[in-house]
């Protein structure tokens, strides 16, 4: 029997696909200024990290990343631009969950903001109903790769960190559980995480 009760999965590019480059391209038509160009302005700066933590609130970010690109718009073309990141969800990743449910918890701990979760929260719904619980960035105000992030998780579940797993496509956060004591598992494809599981003596077909 594996040693491992429950798995910390990174929603981003694990369970959802998204890509930062379609904000750009959206912007990029509202304003005119180049998807390319504003890409290389942007910066996952402070300020970001602190709208991640939810120190600040939108209306602050939005005027930070505005001034930052030198650019104008209004906040519903913002938002529509900022919630443009999410895609599908990751082929075959759902019957993944809903086999592991079975034998092990399963919680998700990820990196976002009170504007993105608006979006992703009701469009994945469906996918996000096999988790016991989702810990949010901005709502635990603590984000990865800081200790305290994994930490609030850990407390959560009550259980030793060698009795835990955490998947992220993120090499940083992935050390950062490891520093921790999570087992650490970095994610480049479906079939590679199954693969790592089923080494680590969790059954996932």
């Not at 092990?104 to 993105?116: G, M």
Request: net charge neutral; aromatic share 10%; glycine share 4%.
């Amino acid at each position: 029997m594996s040693q491992y009760r429950a798995i910390i999965f990174d929603l981003g590019n694990v369970v959802i696909n998204f890509s930062f480059d379609n904000i750009f391209n959206h912007w990029a038509n509202v304003t005119g200024v180049s998807a390319h160009e504003l890409k290389r302005r942007f910066d996952y700066d402070e300020m970001f990290c602190r709208f991640e933590r939810g120190e600040i609130d939108s209306t602050r970010f939005r005027k930070h990343v505005l001034a930052r690109l030198r650019i104008e718009m209004s906040n519903a073309e913002f938002d529509e631009g900022w919630n443009t990141i999410y895609l599908d969800v990751v082929p075959g990743i759902e019957r993944i969950l809903r086999n592991l449910r079975r034998s092990v918890r399963l919680i998700a701990l990820t990196n976002t903001n009170e504007l993105h979760a608006q979006t992703w929260k009701s469009r994945y719904a469906s996918v996000l109903q096999h988790f016991e619980k989702v810990f949010c960035s901005h709502e635990i105000k603590s984000r990865k790769p800081e200790p305290r992030a994994y930490e609030i998780v850990l407390s959560y579940l009550n259980l030793n960190p060698h009795e835990v797993i955490f998947l992220d496509d993120n090499p940083e956060f992935v050390s950062a559980a490891s520093r921790v004591h999570i087992t650490g598992i970095l994610v480049g494809s479906l079939e590679q995480l199954i693969n790592e599981l089923n080494r680590h003596g969790i059954c996932s077909p």
